[in-house]
């Protein structure tokens, strides 16, 4: 059967040149009209090691890495024993190693015993005969790829031709040969159940999760960021250190992750649209001052790229054990807004989405991103800016702080209809108040009265009642109206959900996945109805103790939480669609069967 996509791995050990070589191709597919994915994998050293990279080229919008591998290239073994329940090879897989690996087949590290014939190619000879140097082994490497998979060279050609320019003519002939090379000794091994046919003719556009994020963050108005360097967040910060001064913003690198959340605080206190970013471990630090955003009532937005936890857990990998962290990890009953992205794209819209609540809302906003995410690139359509709405906090006007009769002061938390009371800017004349971590009257003095406290709370938690009712689109539902089998997912487990689903109503199954991306206060009424009519609710995701799970049985209806089924297992890799019909049995059996 023909197959109108492609998964390609590679791995390899730093300074081989895996990642450069997997973005090369993505970049010559986004200029061919197709879509793509590129996963990249690393070792958990500080500086140096193992990489891989996982890589899908599609003729349609690719919405996770894929499961089965067309090629698998291992520049030696033991780089790639790193990553081998990542790139599991299966007995169609064509695989290429460098021939100076000497490595016996029997003692060949693969997750499961070689089912496909090994080709040792010469990627070193092959580049210092052809490029006079061993860094070329890459460019071998993407030619092999290209023969292979019976792609046409002339995009690779091109791209080597604008990536080695500023180098001489000679430099890029010589890499230009080292692709020729690569791509002849590949073509007796071509597999030919795969046809790319360009998807578009428009322009495309390759970004990754976390440069969403940053831009998703401009394009709302954040004009500060304070945070801590931390894997897999760090790149959102770069993004923002290069981009925020051009609109006039700051990013700071505090000293650590307290002093990077409380600077973000008072810059929001200031009148600044401002965020931080941390991943877990940084996460667990920021709670005590997440919960001064709340009592406080401060716009801000938190972003959490989750990886595998406990403590430092395994910093390059992908989780989702942080869900009910974010929902519940402050002390006392502290309001708050849980956001959760699901691909490249969602980083940047549920960014917007996030300074929008938190500035409408007045409220302390997590975004859960995770590693998947963050670090994978994609090639989308460009996102339509014409859609973006931007949001601010409401502030009092000038009327009103002229008018203020209390003789405390300006009443910055005062009783509302819609519970959100406007927030003055320092400097604003009658617009002084006390703000404090403190529980407080309505301009901010001190109170420790039963009732005072049970008014105040109940204000902070009551104004979050319709971020539902306002942001509906943050509920993804797909799949057949009248299934009777549904998949319930978040974060980055949408994408193996929405193919699973795909998958099953090829073969006539009916399916329907539901995504929410709104995780706290929880959509209810709107995910119940997303899972009205079916008959049994596969929940999947990627932490052990079935977080989602456990959350969602305290949420929905007795009757609606006694269809769910529990489907959960540890991170360290992301969820694949072969694994989620597994996970299905008798509803997927047909899949299986197929």
Excluded at 64 to 86: C, P, T
Excluded at 293 to 315: D, F, H, K, M, Y
Excluded at 375 to 391: C, G, M, Y
Excluded at 414 to 430: E, F
């Amino acid at each position: 059967m023909s197959r109108r996509d492609l998964v390609v791995g590679m791995a390899g050990a730093g300074g081989d040149g895996v990642v450069s070589a997997g973005e090369l191709a993505l970049n010559v597919a986004a200029q061919q009209g197709l879509f793509g994915m590129l996963v990249k994998s690393f070792g958990p050293q500080i500086r140096g090691g193992e990489s891989s990279i996982r890589l899908r080229l599609s003729s349609e919008p690719v919405l996770s890495q894929g499961d089965e591998l067309d090629v698998l290239i291992a520049f030696n073994w033991a780089d790639y024993a790193r990553f081998r329940s990542e790139l599991v090879p299966n007995a169609q897989t064509i695989i290429f190693v460098d021939e100076q690996d000497k490595t016996p087949e029997a003692d060949i590290p693969l997750a499961e015993p070689l089912k496909a014939a090994v080709r040792r190619i010469p990627f070193e000879q092959i580049a210092v005969e052809k490029a006079g140097t061993a860094l070329a082994k890459n460019i071998v490497a993407v030619g092999v790829l290209a023969g292979a998979l019976n792609l046409p060279t002339e995009g690779f050609v091109k791209a080597i031709g604008r990536r080695f320019a500023k180098k001489g003519e000679k430099v890029v002939a010589a890499n230009v040969a080292a692709l020729a090379a690569g791509a002849e000794i590949a073509t007796q091994y071509r597999k030919g159940d795969v046809h790319l046919a360009p998807a578009t003719s428009e322009p495309m556009m390759i970004i990754a999760g976390n440069d969403a994020t940053g831009f998703g963050a401009l394009a709302a108005g954040c004009r500060f960021i304070a945070s801590y360097p931390i894997t897999p967040q760090s790149e959102v910060m770069e993004f923002l250190n290069r981009e925020l001064p051009k609109f006039g913003g700051t990013m700071v690198q505090g000293e650590d992750e307290l002093a990077s959340i409380a600077m973000s605080i008072g810059a929001s206190y200031a009148g600044v649209k401002s965020m931080t970013a941390s991943s877990g471990p940084g996460i667990s630090l920021k709670q005590e001052a997440i919960g001064l955003a709340s009592i406080a009532e401060i716009p801000l937005v938190v972003l959490n790229v989750q990886r595998v936890g406990p403590s430092t857990g395994i910093p390059t990998k992908t989780e989702q054990g942080d869900l009910l962290q974010g929902i519940f990890g402050t002390h006392g009953d502290a309001s708050k807004v849980v956001v959760g992205t699901t691909d490249v794209e969602d980083c940047f819209w549920v960014t917007v989405d996030a300074f929008n609540i938190a500035e409408e809302y007045q409220t302390p906003v997590l975004v859960l991103s995770d590693q998947f995410v963050g670090h994978r690139t994609e090639i989308v359509r460009p996102f339509d800016l014409s859609k973006l709405v931007v949001r601010d906090r409401k502030k009092p006007t000038d009327e009103a702080l002229a008018a203020v009769a209390h003789r405390h002061g300006f009443a910055r938390f005062a009783a509302t209809d819609d519970r959100i009371s406007p927030m003055s800017i320092p400097g604003m004349a009658g617009g002084s108040y006390l703000n404090s971590g403190l529980e407080h009257d309505v301009v901010g003095a001190p109170l420790s009265g039963v009732a005072g406290h049970q008014q105040m709370t109940e204000k902070r938690w009551k104004k979050l009642d319709t971020v539902a009712e306002h942001y509906p689109h943050l509920t993804v539902v797909a799949g057949a109206p009248d299934a009777e089998i549904g998949i319930l997912a978040w974060g980055s487990c949408k994408g193996a959900a929405l193919e699973a689903v795909a998958a099953l109503q090829a073969v006539g199954v009916k399916a329907r996945a539901v995504v929410p991306r709104l995780l706290w206060p929880f959509p209810v009424a709107e995910v119940e109805a997303a899972l009205a009519g079916l008959r049994a609710i596969h929940v999947v995701e990627l932490s052990y103790s079935a977080q989602f799970y456990t959350f969602l049985k305290s949420q929905l209806s007795a009757a609606v939480a006694a269809r769910l089924v529990r489907h959960a297992r540890a991170g360290g890799a992301p969820l694949g669609v072969d694994e989620v019909l597994a996970w299905l049995g008798a509803d997927g059996r047909r899949v299986a069967a197929d």
